[in-house]
């Protein structure tokens, strides 16, 4: 099982990133996909969730409105869209599977924003 996260890097406050998490090694049209995320000092803590029958999506509360997340089956992918991104956006975001008791995490991507 793999899941190797990119898109992230330096931008400064107010612009965009998409972030991507290609995933091989399991059934990835059966499992929900979320990113997550984890600042210096702080919990790991959800951004967004799409589920795997329906796509219906969960967001944080601190990303309503600026973050979509998507999903291509086909292309065994999952996406975060980041608009109007924040200081307080800067984190390490993490790629997560998780279907029943199996649960999979990806090594992480570094998002950084500043002027």
């Known amino acids: 099982v793999q899941l190797v996260e990119s898109g992230g890097g330096l931008v400064q406050p107010g612009g965009s990133l998409r972030l991507s998490c290609a995933a091989s090694g399991f059934t990835f049209s059966s499992y929900s996909m979320s990113w997550y995320r984890q600042a210096p000092g702080k919990e790991r803590e959800l951004v967004a969730r799409?589920?795997?029958?329906?796509?219906?999506?969960i967001y944080a509360d601190f990303v309503k409105g600026r973050f979509t997340i998507s999903r291509d089956n086909a292309k065994n992918t999952v996406y975060l869209q980041m608009n109007s991104l924040k200081p307080e956006d800067t984190a390490v975001y993490y790629c997560n599977a998780q279907r029943a008791w199996y649960d999979y995490w990806g090594q992480g991507t570094q998002v950084t924003v500043s002027s």
């Open positions: 799409i589920i795997s029958v329906g796509g219906s999506t």
